[in-house]
C-alpha cells in the first residue's frame, strides 16, 4: 500500500495571528492526513517504513548494546582491580575486551547516531516527510539487528566469542590461532552491519539531496543534518572496504585461501591497511554526527545563531576527506609505512578540529547561556573531546607513537574521543530531541546528576590510564605483576568505572519517571531552531502538515521572533529577494 | 544539486591528489588503489549532479526565495507498512549464518529470501508507482 504525499501548505505568522497567537501544533488535528493505516503493537515494529518507528527501533536496540558493552567494562575493571583478582579466566577476558570494544564500536555508536537519532532527526530538519527509501530503511535495521544477536550469540557456541581484539589482526584471526564458530560469527555480524551502514549511508544522502522542502537550500541545511550527509559519504567509502575485508579473512579461515598468512605468500599486514582504511575513516563516522549534535544544542542554549556556519561545514567535510587519508598512522610501529605522510596528515586533521572549537566558542561568546542537561553534556563533550583530540596529535607524531603503542596511553586516548562524542555528544543529542520524540520531557534535576556522575568517573576513570601507559601497562593483559607498581593507578581507574556504572542508574530512572509521570514537552519546549522544531511533539506520521517560510538556517526561529529574524548576509551585486515573499521588511538586506 | 556536485567532485580531487602522491612517495599498492577507488566514488556521481546542474529547471528546494506558490505539489509516493523488509533481513542472517553453521540452514534463508522477494514485488504492482 503506497501513499502519495502532497507537499504541507507554507504559512507565515500573520496568517496564524502571529507566532504567539497560534501556533502550528494547533492544526495537526487531522495529523496523520488520513493515510496512518498501519497496524500497532508489535506488528506495528515488524512492519512500519515510518523514519521515526525506525529510528526509535534502532536507539533502543543500540542502547541496550551500549549497556551489555558497558556491563563487560565494569567486568573488565573489576578484573584489573588488582595483581590477584580472578574474576574471570583468561580466555573469558579476551571475549570479554573484543566483544566490548566491538559493541560499543559497531553496534552503539554508529548505529545510535546514523540509525537512530539521524534516522529520526534529519527528515524532519530538511523538511521531508519519511526518508527516501522507507522500506530499505526499514531492511537496514533488520539487518541491523540480525547482526547484534548474530555478535552476542558468540557467547553460546562451543568455544566462546571472538577473542581477537576490536581488530582481528591476522594471524591472530585465522582459523588456527582462533578456532571455532564465535570468531565466524563476529565475522557475519560485520557483514551484517556494514550493510545495514552502507543502505542508511545511501537513504540519508538520497533524503537531504531530494527531499528538502521549498527553500531549504544546501547552505541552510542545520549543520547536523550537513555532518550526518557527510558520515553518509564516509560510510560509502569505508564500509565496503570493511565487508571486503571479512570476506578474504572468511576465505582464509575456510577456504584455503592464503591472503594475510605468510606461508602461502600473502601478507598480514594487508590485513591492517584493508582494515584501517575502513577503521579510521569509522573513527569519524562515530564522531562526525555527535559533533552535528552538539553544533545543533548549542546555539539553543546560547540563544544566537551558530558562529562561523559555513565555516562549520567545511570543516567537517576537510576532516572527513583527510580522516580517510590517515589509516596507516595505526600502523606505524609495522615498520612498512610511510612515517611522515601519515603524521602530517594525521596533524592536519587538528586544523579543521580547531576551526569547530572556535566557531562552537564563538557560538556561546557572549550568548545568553542556560544549562539544563543538554548543555551541560554538549560541554562535557567539548571538554573530554578536547583531551581526546590533544592525546591524538601527540599519537600521530611517529617517535611518540612507538613509546606509547599498544599501551594503557591509546586506551585512554580513544575512550578521551569516543566518550567525548558518542557518549556526552549522544546523549546530549538524546536529553535534547527526547521531547520531540515522545512528546514528554526528562527531569532536569536527574539529567543533571546522570551529567556530574559520569563526568567526575569519566575522569577518574581514564586519567589513571595515561599514567598506566607511560609506565607502560600495555593494553590488552588480563593481569599485571605486583612489583610493577600499577595496582594503586588502577584501583583508582576501576573506582571510576563504578562512578560511570552508578550515573547511568540516574539515567534509566529519569526514563522511567518520565514514563510513569509524563510532563507535555509541547512542540517546542527549548524554543528550537530548527525545522524539527515547528512540528507537533511526537510528529504527526509524515510529519508535516505546514511548513513556515525557510529563509535562513532557523526557520522555526524566524517564525517564532519575526522581529529578531536572522540576518542573511548576502555578496554585494547578487539578485536576492527579502527573506520573506510578499514581506515589506528588509532583514537580510546586502551590508 | 551544484552544492552537492562540487563536493563529490572535491572528494575525487582530494583522492586523486592524495593517491597519486601516495603513490609515488610509498609503492604500496593497497593504500593506493583504496584511494583512487574513494576518487571514483565521487567522480561518478559527482559529474551526474554535474550534468544534471545545467539541465534541470531550479528546483524549490534550491531556490533561497521559494514562495508558497512553489510548494505545491506531490512529493513522492511512500510505502506504507510491509513485513518484507522484516522477512528480507532475517533471510540474508540466516544465509550468513549458513556459512557458519553449514548448509542445513540453507533452505531456511533460501525460503525467506525468495517469498520477501516475491512479496515486495507484488506488493509494489499492486500499491502502484513506489
Keep these: ?591 | 544539486m551544484k552544492v552537492m556536485s562540487l563536493f563529490l567532485l572535491g572528494v575525487a580531487v582530494f583522492f586523486g591528489i592524495i593517491g597519486v602522491i601516495y603513490w609515488f612517495t610509498s609503492y604500496e599498492d593497497a593504500g593506493f588503489l583504496m584511494l583512487i577507488g574513494a576518487a571514483l566514488l565521487g567522480l561518478l556521481p559527482g559529474s551526474y549532479y554535474l550534468w544534471w546542474t545545467y539541465h534541470m529547471k531550479l528546483q524549490p528546494e534550491e531556490d533561497p526565495d521559494a514562495a508558497m506558490e512553489d510548494s505545491a505539489g506531490t512529493v513522492d509516493s511512500f510505502p506504507g507498512s510491509s513485513i518484507w523488509p522484516f522477512i528480507l533481513g532475517m533471510g540474508a542472517m540466516f544465509a550468513l549464518l549458513t556459512f557458519v553453521f553449514g548448509l542445513w540452514l540453507a533452505p531456511i534463508a533460501g525460503a525467506l529470501i525468495l517469498s520477501a522477494l516475491i512479496g515486495v514485488t507484488v506488493e509494489s504492482r499492486r500499491g502502484g508507482a513506489v
Aim: proline residues 7%; glycine residues 10%.
Design chain 1, 1 to 591: 500500500m503506497t501513499t502519495t504525499i502532497e507537499r504541507p501548505e507554507v504559512i507565515t505568522p500573520e496568517e496564524l495571528g502571529g507566532p504567539e497567537g497560534h501556533h502550528p501544533d494547533a492544526l495537526h488535528g487531522d495529523a496523520d492526513h488520513g493515510h496512518h493505516e498501519g497496524p500497532s503493537g508489535i506488528l506495528n515494529w515488524l512492519t512500519s517504513t515510518d523514519h521515526k518507528v525506525i529510528g526509535k527501533s534502532y536507539m533502543i536496540t543500540s542502547l541496550v548494546t551500549f549497556f551489555i558493552a558497558g556491563i563487560m567494562a565494569v567486568v573488565i575493571r573489576a578484573q584489573l582491580l588488582d595483581p590477584h583478582t580472578s574474576l574471570v579466566s583468561y580466555q573469558t577476558y579476551n571475549e570479554l575486551f573484543t566483544m566490548h570494544g566491538s559493541l560499543m564500536l559497531y553496534l552503539f555508536a554508529g548505529p545510535f547516531a546514523f540509525g537512530g537519532l539521524a534516522n529520526y532527526i534529519v527528515p524532519l530538519q530538511v523538511g521531508a516527510p519519511d526518508m527516501a527509501f522507507p522500506r530499505l530503511n526499514a531492511l537496514s535495521y533488520w539487518l541491523y539487528l540480525g547482526g547484534v544477536i548474530t555478535m552476542l550469540s558468540g557467547f553460546l557456541v562451543a568455544g566462546g566469542a571472538a577473542s581477537f581484539g576490536w581488530v582481528s589482526y591476522a594471524p591472530l584471526s585465522n582459523a588456527t590461532n582462533s578456532p571455532g564458530a564465535g570468531a565466524d560469527l563476529w565475522l557475519m555480524a560485520l557483514a551484517l552491519t556494514g550493510f545495514s551502514a552502507i543502505f542508511t549511508g545511501v537513504n540519508l544522502v538520497a533524503t537531504i539531496l531530494y527531499l528538502r522542502a521549498p527553500g531549504m537550500t544546501m547552505f541552510r541545511v542545520p549543520i547536523f543534518s550537513w555532518n550526518m550527509l557527510v558520515t553518509a559519504i564516509l560510510i560509502l567509502i569505508a564500509f565496503p572496504v570493511l565487508f571486503a575485508a571479512v570476506v578474504m579473512l572468511f576465505c582464509d579461515r575456510h577456504f584455503g585461501t592464503h591472503i594475510f598468512s605468510v606461508e602461502g605468500g600473502g601478507s598480514p599486514v594487508l590485513w591492517q591497511h584493508l582494515f584501517w582504511f575502513f577503521g579510521h575513516p569509522e573513527v569519524y563516522i562515530l564522531a562526525l554526527p555527535y559533533f552535528g549534535m552538539v553544533t545543533d544544542i548549542l546555539p539553543v542554549f546560547s540563544r544566537k545563531p551558530v558562529f562561523g556556519y559555513k565555516g562549520m561545514v567545511f570543516a567537517t567535510m576537510s576532516i572527513a576527506a583527510l580522516s580517510t587519508g590517515v589509516w596507516a598512522h595505526h600502523m606505524f610501529t609495522t615498520g612498512v609505512v610511510l612515517l611522515p605522510f601519515f603524521s602530517l596528515l594525521s596533524y592536519l586533521i587538528a586544523v579543521p578540529t580547531g576551526i569547530k572549537f572556535f566557531n562552537w566558542i564563538g557560538t556561546m561568546w557572549r550568548g545568553q547561556l542556560s544549562f539544563q542537561s543538554p548543555m551541560l553534556f554538549s560541554i562535557g563533550f567539548l571538554l573530554i573531546f578536547l583531551v581526546g583530540g590533544v592525546t591524538g596529535v601527540l599519537l600521530a607524531s611517529p617517535p611518540v607513537d612507538f613509546m606509547t603503542h599498544d599501551t594503557y596511553f591509546v586506551v585512554a586516548h580513544f575512550h578521551n574521543v569516543l566518550i567525548g562524542t558518542a557518549v556526552f555528544g549522544g546523549f546530549a543529542g538524546f536529553y535534547f530531541w527526547y521531547p520531540k520524540m515522545f512528546g514528554r520531557m526528562l527531569r532536569e534535576g536527574l539529567g543533571k546528576l546522570h551529567f556530574w556522575f559520569l563526568f567526575i568517573g569519566f575522569w577518574v576513570t581514564f586519567m589513571p590510564q595515561y599514567l598506566l601507559g607511560l609506565h607502560g601497562m600495555p593494553r590488552r593483559v588480563a593481569s599485571y605483576a605486583p612489583d610493577t607498581g600499577w595496582t594503586t593507578l588502577n584501583v583508582i581507574s576501576t573506582l571510576g568505572t563504578y562512578v560511570i556504572g552508578f550515573s547511568f542508574l540516574f539515567f534509566l530512572i529519569n526514563l522511567m519517571v518520565s514514563w510513569r509521570k509524563p510532563v507535555p514537552s509541547g512542540p517546542n519546549p527549548w524554543d528550537g531552531h530548527g525545522l524539527e522544531w515547528f512540528t507537533s511533539s511526537p510528529p504527526p506520521h509524515h510529519n508535516y502538515t505546514h511548513l513556515p517560510p525557510i529563509r535562513s538556517e532557523r526557520p522555526t526561529w524566524d517564525y517564532n521572533h519575526p522581529e529578531h529574524r536572522t540576518v542573511v548576509h548576502k555578496p554585494k551585486g547578487k539578485k536576492f529577494a527579502a527573506p520573506n515573499k510578499g514581506d515589506k521588511e528588509t532583514v537580510g538586506a546586502p551590508s
